[in-house]
């Protein structure tokens, strides 16, 4: 009867049940400082990562607070353009009464007001 396993199946069975020669004491002492070495590797690598994403965590906190202090900003500054805009239109629609039909001088004083809103 023929052999149930495949060529590469054998190879890997055959592999599998064959014993490693022993190490000698300096192999195994060699062995074991480079596991050391990169399991020290592996927790550096885990420090840098867990101290990037505080890094990040950080970066990205002070970013929204100075978009809420720009925000803040944005907001003083057109509420100081939105009084301008409404003393300028108080301003002319006084100017139009009391000018009359005088469209020059409105003009001009209207001129005024809106440079110094700017």
Known sequence: MRDSFCPKERMVATMATKKRPALSGEAKAAYSEIQKQVGQLRKS???????????????EAD????????????????????????????TLKNLTGAA?????????SADVILSDAR
Request: aromatic content about 2%.
């Open 45 to 59: 690598i885990a420090e840098i990562q867990k101290t990037a994403r505080k890094a990040e965590q950080k970066i």
């Open 63 to 90: 970013a929204r607070a100075r978009i809420r202090d720009l925000r803040k900003e944005a907001r003083v500054q057109l509420d100081a353009v939105e009084s301008r805009r409404r003393e300028a239109s108080r």
């Open 100 to 108: 009359g039909e005088s469209w020059r001088e409105i003009k001009q």
